[in-house]
C-alpha cells in the first residue's frame, strides 16, 4: 500500500493566506454592507505598463505565425532575457554574474520552495524570524525542520533569527551554525533591510562557517536608500557562499503574469560539486520553462520604456507606504518599514496580539491586514499593511484608522 509523506502532516494549520482570506469572507458575508480595503496580501494592484503589454501583444503575434513560433524554451531561459538580466541587474551594480548563472523561472515562489531540494537532509536551516512563510514550510515538507512545538510555534530543527525593534530588525549570527541561511531582504514582512557592511558580514560569516545563503531579493526594487545592496553579489565572497532569488511580481506587477529567476554561480561548490550544474539538471527535468509570450515581457521590463514605466509604478506604492506609515504616526501607532519596502510593520497597540488587532481592525475599520505572529513567532505583537492598494484605498483606509 501506498504511503504519503508524513512530513505534510506536520504542517500546521493551513497557509497563512487561505486563513486570512476565511476569516474575511466569513466577515463579509455577515456584513454584507461593509465596504472592506484590504491592504493584506502582497498582491498588487496597478495594470502591467505599457511596454510589457506591447511586448506581450507582439509575441501573441509570433506564435500565431509559423515561422516566428516558439515552442519549449531553452532549459535556463530566452538568451534575450538573461541577456538584459545580467546586464541591468548585475553589470550596471558591479555584480559579476554571467548568463549561464542565471535560471528563468515563473516565480520566486517555486524557486524559494524548491531550491531546498539540492541540499542534503540534514542541513540546518536558519531563518529571520519574521519572515515569508515558504521558507520554513517547505524545510517542513523535506523532513528537516524537526519537529513542531505548537505552544512557541517553532521548529526544532530550526534556527530562527529574531528580527525585531530591538534589534532594528537586523539578523545576528546565531549561537549555533547553520548550513543553509535565507535572508529575505528587503524584508517580507516587516518592510526593513539591512545595510551593505551589515550585508557583508553575512557572507563572510558564511564563507567562514562554510554555510549557503538563500537570498531572496523579491523587493530590491523598493530600496530608496543608498547604502542598501540590490544584490547579495554586490559583496565581495558572495560568488562562493550566496544564491540570489529574483521575481518580477513586485517590481513590474507580473503576480498573475508569473516569471522570475535563480542565480546560481559557479563558483558555488560543496566538495567539488557545482551548485550550478546541480540545478541545472533539477530545472531541465522539473520545469519546462517560462513561457516565450512571459519572457518577452520580462525583457520589455528593462527597456528604456520599461524601466521608467515600472520605477512609476513603484514610486506609486512607495507613496501608499508614505500614506500609511505617516498615518499610523499621527495616530500614535509605533511603526517601522515603508522605507526600502512596501510593507509597514506597526508594534499592536494596548498588547493585543497580532490576532486580536486583525479582528479588531477588520471589525472597526473594515480594513484587512495580515498579523505578525503568520511570518514567526518574533512577529507576534506586529500587524503587516500592504502599500499595495490602490491610493485612494489607502487614504480611506488610513482615514478610517485614525478615526478608531
Ligand atoms: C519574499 C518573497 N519572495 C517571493 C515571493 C513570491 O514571488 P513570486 O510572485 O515571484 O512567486 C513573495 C511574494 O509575496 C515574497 O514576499
Redesign the pocket.
Given at each position: 500500500m501506498f504511503q504519503i509523506n508524513e512530513n505534510y502532516q506536520k504542517l500546521p494549520g493551513s497557509y497563512l493566506f487561505s486563513s486570512i482570506a476565511k476569516k474575511v469572507d466569513a466577515y463579509a458575508k455577515a456584513n454584507p454592507d461593509k465596504n472592506i480595503i484590504r491592504l493584506g496580501i502582497?498582491d498588487v494592484t496597478q495594470p502591467l505598463a505599457p511596454a510589457v503589454i506591447e511586448a506581450l501583444h507582439k509575441a501573441v503575434d509570433e506564435m500565431g505565425k509559423a515561422e516566428t513560433f516558439h515552442g519549449y524554451a531553452p532549459d535556463l531561459g530566452y538568451d534575450f532575457l538573461r541577456k538584459a538580466i545580467v546586464e541591468h541587474d548585475y553589470k550596471a551594480r558591479g555584480c559579476d554574474i554571467s548568463e549561464d548563472e542565471v535560471f528563468v523561472s515563473d516565480?520566486?515562489?517555486?524557486d524559494?520552495g524548491n531550491i531546498q531540494e539540492i541540499f542534503g537532509p540534514d542541513c540546518k536551516i536558519a531563518v529571520c524570524d519574521p519572515v515569508?512563510p515558504?521558507y520554513v514550510d517547505s524545510n517542513v515538507m523535506a523532513g528537516r525542520t524537526g519537529e513542531y512545538d505548537a505552544k512557541s510555534e517553532t521548529w526544532s530543527n530550526v534556527i530562527y533569527m529574531p528580527c525585531v525593534a530591538e534589534n532594528n530588525f537586523v539578523p545576528e549570527f546565531p549561537k549555533e551554525t547553520p548550513d543553509i541561511i535565507y535572508l529575505?531582504l528587503p524584508n517580507?514582512p516587516t518592510g526593513t533591510t539591512i545595510s551593505k557592511s551589515q550585508l557583508q558580514e553575512w557572507v563572510d560569516y558564511a564563507k567562514k562557517s562554510g554555510a549557503v545563503i538563500i537570498y531572496?531579493a523579491?523587493?530590491e526594487a523598493y530600496i530608496t536608500e543608498k547604502d542598501v545592496p540590490h544584490s547579495v553579489y554586490e559583496c565581495p565572497g558572495a560568488r562562493e557562499c550566496a544564491i540570489e532569488?529574483r521575481?518580477?511580481?513586485?517590481n513590474a506587477g507580473?503576480?498573475g503574469v508569473?516569471l522570475?529567476f535563480t542565480v546560481v554561480p559557479k563558483d558555488l561548490t560543496c566538495n567539488g560539486v557545482s551548485l550550478r550544474d546541480m540545478w541545472a539538471r533539477r530545472h531541465g527535468t522539473k520545469f519546462n520553462g517560462a513561457p516565450y509570450i512571459v519572457q518577452r515581457a520580462g525583457e520589455a521590463v528593462y527597456s528604456d520604456a520599461g524601466r521608467a514605466q515600472i520605477k512609476e509604478q513603484v514610486a506609486y506604492y512607495m507613496k501608499n507606504a508614505s500614506v500609511i506609515k505617516q498615518g499610523l504616526m499621527d495616530a500614535g501607532y509605533t511603526v517601522f518599514g515603508g522605507v526600502n519596502g512596501p510593507y509597514i510593520w506597526l508594534k499592536t497597540p494596548n498588547n493585543m496580539n497580532s490576532w486580536e488587532f486583525f479582528d479588531y481592525l477588520l471589525e472597526n475599520a473594515n480594513v484587512v491586514g495580515t498579523p505578525g505572529s503568520g511570518f514567526g513567532p518574533s512577529g507576534e505583537g506586529y500587524f503587516r499593511l500592504s502599500a499595495f492598494g490602490s491610493y485612494e484605498n489607502t487614504v480611506a483606509a488610513l482615514e478610517r484608522i485614525k478615526k478608531l
Open positions: 502582497g516565480g520566486a515562489k517555486s524559494s515569508y515558504v529575505c517580507n531572496d523579491a523587493y532569488i521575481s518580477f511580481s513586485k507580473f503576480t508569473r522570475g
